[in-house]
T-cell receptor, first 115, second 116 residues
């Protein structure tokens, strides 16, 4: 069966420091990968998605970037964190050509607090 | 643009009773999918149920069913025989053709509390 792992689970970073969140999917090949952010008390907002190695689409212009160096690895990065980057970040995956019924499955999430 | 509206910030239900969580949506897509996710306090998003816009029958998954009324653009989640473990945030979401089906748009969620 497929599993998704995301780390670190929690981190506290000072303003201006770099960020790297990693996500790995097991048990499937060529997944679609996603990074979502959830601000406190809000729904999820799509940040980036990738349909293949090196292919990244950005949904919201911001202080973050994403990379997909391997088929099942998705990385969320920032060179200099802002206070507004604080939130809950979720990696997600789906398989197959995107269509209405393709379920997106989420990882455990990473809590980021920028201080 | 697609939009999901969940008007109930919080709901209370007693154990073993049924509860309905409301969701209305707005889209110009001819083809779309509607999803419900559960988010316990641990934070992970757990997929519950899916309804396609062309599906003739309401979706069911165990104790979860989706009351889909296309003309009213509503996709309410019904949880039967509530359990204490059902206490969590519940999010309605949709994806459609206009965004290449890649973007899952979420509502603001409903917090469900199940009491003994």
């Amino acid at each position: 069966s497929q599993t998704i792992h995301q780390w670190p689970a929690t981190l506290v970073q000072p303003v201006g420091s770099p960020l790297s969140l990693e996500c790995t999917v097991e048990g499937t090949s060529n997944p679609n990968l996603y990074w979502y952010r959830q601000a406190a008390g809000r729904g999820l907002q799509l940040l980036f998605y990738s349909v293949g190695i090196g292919q990244i689409s950005s949904e919201v212009p911001q202080n973050l970037s994403a990379s997909r160096p391997q088929d099942r690895q998705f990385i969320l990065s920032s060179k200099k964190l802002l206070l507004s980057d604080s939130g809950f970040y979720l990696c997600a995956w789906s398989v197959g050509q995107a269509r209405s019924g393709n379920t997106i499955y989420f990882g455990e999430g990473s809590w980021l607090t920028v201080v | 643009a697609q939009k999901i509206t969940q008007t109930q910030p919080g709901m209370f239900v007693q154990e073993k009773e049924a509860v309905t969580l409301d969701c209305t949506y707005d889209t110009s897509d001819p083809s779309y999918g509607l999803f419900w996710y559960k988010q316990p306090s641990s934070g992970e998003m757990i997929f519950l149920i899916y309804q396609g816009s062309y599906d003739q029958q309401n979706a069911t998954e165990g104790r979860y069913s989706l009351n889909f009324q296309k003309a009213r653009k509503s996709a309410n989640l019904v949880i039967s025989a509530s359990q204490l473990g059902d206490s969590a945030m519940y999010f309605c979401a949709m994806r459609g053709a206009n965004t290449g089906f890649q973007k899952l748009v979420f509502g603001t969620g409903t917090r469900l509390l199940v009491s003994p």
